[in-house]
């Protein structure tokens, strides 16, 4: 069983809105940064959003910063991305991740565990 579970995804429309949810019931939180990545057909897996071990600091890439927003609750152990005015172009499998670090620049190279994804399209 992978230690993070990603639901939330599904199909909407251009201007929807979509919560995924990382289930880390494995995982003590505070202990954790965790990241929301996503992977495109054919394009390289790539950070979308991360929170830092204290939840105190979070960064976004420019192409979600306004839209997305990422957050966690201790006490379900679930870290949540909020994604609204969604894009075509944010159509991905998006992944949960985590690492025993306190802060994150948000590059896949520093995360070792992983979920196994949540497809998100976005088309009309």
């Known amino acids: 069983q992978l230690p993070l579970v990603e639901s939330g995804g599904g199909l909407v429309q251009p201007g929807g809105s979509l919560r995924l949810s990382c289930a880390a019931s494995r995982f003590t939180l505070a202990h954790y940064a965790f990241g929301w990545f996503r992977q495109a057909p054919g394009k390289e897996r790539e950070g979308v959003s991360c929170i830092s071990q204290s939840g105190d600091t979070t960064n976004y890439a420019d192409s979600v910063k306004g839209r997305f927003s990422i957050s966690r609750d201790t006490a379900e152990s679930t870290v949540y991305l909020q994604m609204n005015a969604l894009r075509p172009e944010d159509t991905a499998v998006y992944y949960c991740?985590?690492?025993?670090?306190?802060?994150?620049?948000?590059?896949?190279?520093?995360?070792?565990?992983w979920g196994q994804g949540t497809q998100v399209t976005v088309s009309s």
């Open positions: 991740a985590a690492a025993l670090v306190s802060t994150t620049a948000c590059t896949v190279y520093e995360f070792p565990y």
